[in-house]
């Protein structure tokens, strides 16, 4: 399935490098650019792929489980940003609710902030149906809580592709370079720095028809509880030559 959402989104393991300097995390993932991109869809079997770096470091904070298989890798050229996530996944739940979008779902998410403290950061969660659930929200640093939230807000002019795998799902999103800077999103004058946040929910269909649910991230923001609203959660996004 493609779709092309007007207004919408959506954003490393091998090959995960470090930033002692980062005040949220000393992990980093380096985006390598790629001069032409191919349709998304067409990218799963496109060679332009295999020069990006590979992120598969995800892990379940939450739970004392092996964590299935995520690979996250991710592209630019000088109009957006190109993700491609692969899952591994033997029990793919699709939400039936189309209000809810991909909260009922298998999803991957990624999350931008406009600075470390979460002062206005936006969300994105795609599933294997390109059903997907977005927000704007702004953190309560005092009380370690989401302060305030719009989930009715969305990403202006992101494509978007997912599909069902033998073993899985993939997700393929383009977010305009455009869609970031109006949003304030970089972290530098040079517009290569993001602060990223990446995730997946891990879904479960059991058979009670209850749903099991596990949270993956690539960075452990060290709560009690599972929580991927915290500045503890970002890591950083590299864009190099």
């Known amino acids: 399935m493609y779709t092309k959402l007007l207004p919408v989104l959506v954003v490393m393991s091998s090959s995960v490098f470090a930033m002692e300097n980062s005040e949220i995390t000393n992990k980093v993932y380096q985006i390598k650019y790629a001069k032409v991109m191919p349709t998304l869809g067409d990218s799963v079997s496109s060679s332009v792929w295999d020069s990006a770096n590979t992120l598969t470091d995800f892990t379940l904070p939450w739970r004392d489980a092996v964590p299935p298989n995520t690979e996250f890798k ?5 109009d957006a940003l190109y993700i491609q996530y692969r899952v591994e996944d033997q029990n793919v739940v699709i939400g039936e609710n189309p209000e809810r979008g991909a909260l009922d ?9 406009q600075d470390k403290q979460l ?39 992101v494509e978007t592709y997912g599909s069902k795998t033998n073993n899985g799902y993939h997700v ?65 996004c590299h864009l190099v030559n």
Not at 74 to 78: G, R, T
Not at 215 to 225: A, G, H, L, R
């Open 74 to 78: 991710a592209l630019w050229n000088d």
């Open 105 to 113: 779902s298998d999803r991957v998410e990624i999350f931008l902030s």
């Open 119 to 157: 002062s206005n950061y936006y969300t994105l969660e795609v599933d294997a149906t390109t059903q997907f659930y977005s927000m704007h929200a702004q953190y309560d640093l005092d009380r370690k809580k989401i302060g305030s939230r719009n989930d009715k807000w969305h990403w202006d002019n």
């Open 172 to 236: 393929e999103m383009k977010i305009p370079l455009e869609t970031i800077t109006k949003l304030d999103l970089w972290q530098n004058s040079d517009k290569t720095v993001l602060l990223c946040a990446l995730m997946r929910a891990e879904f479960t269909r059991l058979d009670s028809g209850d749903i099991d649910m596990a949270w993956m991230t690539w960075v452990d923001p060290k709560t009690e509880k599972p929580n991927f609203h915290n500045p503890d959660t970002f890591g950083e």
